[in-house]
């Protein structure tokens, strides 16, 4: 099998007593502030398969909020996820990795464009989970980013967050439909209770960590 190139940071610039860092969205809607908080001194690319197990570096993913109309669309990952650490849980974040061979976009001067480049990741992931062409929402807005150390798949990997507003709600469609199942469209409020009520009955069904910070921290 061919390998895989992916997109990360060195691990030293996350602080794990902050794992939630926010940005204004309606005044910097291109995210301009990704760059301050990720310096391309800190970039690295490497193989996953070196990646997946080395808390000394961050593998970077553009976590996307999708929603439409006030509603929050949610997700069940199933046990035939990719990544099985992440089986069972319950999802508001959609993406993946960043693949250099995909998603880079190059600077003349050879170094990576990385707003350019993961809104790239974020169109081909939308595309290849939901169905979804870039027209079909509008321009991603960065939400903020997000770096915990709750589990050994945090450890690993940083979010870029991300809200995309769809401009119709049915054009949304499971395309792997054996990995993510139960979808729908819920409030915030609503995904919150479920997931405390998930929790009280240790319903393996509760939402993944990025998506608990998320919803209970952000307005989205």
Excluded at 140 to 161: C, M, N, Q, T, Y
Excluded at 187 to 194: A, M, N, V
């Amino acid at each position: 099998m061919k390998p895989e190139f992916i997109l990360a940071t060195m691990g030293d610039i996350w602080d794990e007593e902050k794992p939630l860092i926010l940005n204004d969205p309606l005044a910097d809607p291109r995210g301009a502030y990704v760059s301050e908080v990720i310096p391309d001194s800190k970039l690295v690319i490497a193989q996953r398969e070196m990646l997946e197990s080395n808390p000394t570096y961050r593998q970077i993913i553009p976590y996307v909020i999708v929603t439409y109309r006030g509603e929050i669309l949610s997700y069940r990952r199933t046990s035939k996820v990719g990544e099985q650490r992440l089986a069972g849980k319950s999802s508001v974040g959609w993406g993946g990795h960043v693949d250099i061979a995909k998603d880079a976009v190059w600077n003349t001067d050879g170094s990576l464009c990385l707003i350019s480049t993961l809104l790239g990741c974020t169109n081909r992931e939308l595309s290849e989970e939901l169905g979804l062409t870039s027209e079909d929402y509008e321009s991603p807005r960065v939400l903020g980013f997000i770096a915990g150390s709750g589990s050994e798949v945090d450890k690993v990997h940083a979010g870029v967050v991300l809200t995309v507003e769809l401009s119709m709600e049915g054009r949304v469609k499971i395309t792997a439909e054996d990995e993510l199942t139960d979808l729908s469209f819920e409030t915030q409020s609503d995904i919150e209770l479920g997931d405390e009520y998930d929790r009280m009955t240790d319903n393996p069904g509760e939402l993944e960590s990025w998506s608990r910070a998320i919803i209970q921290s952000v307005v989205i």
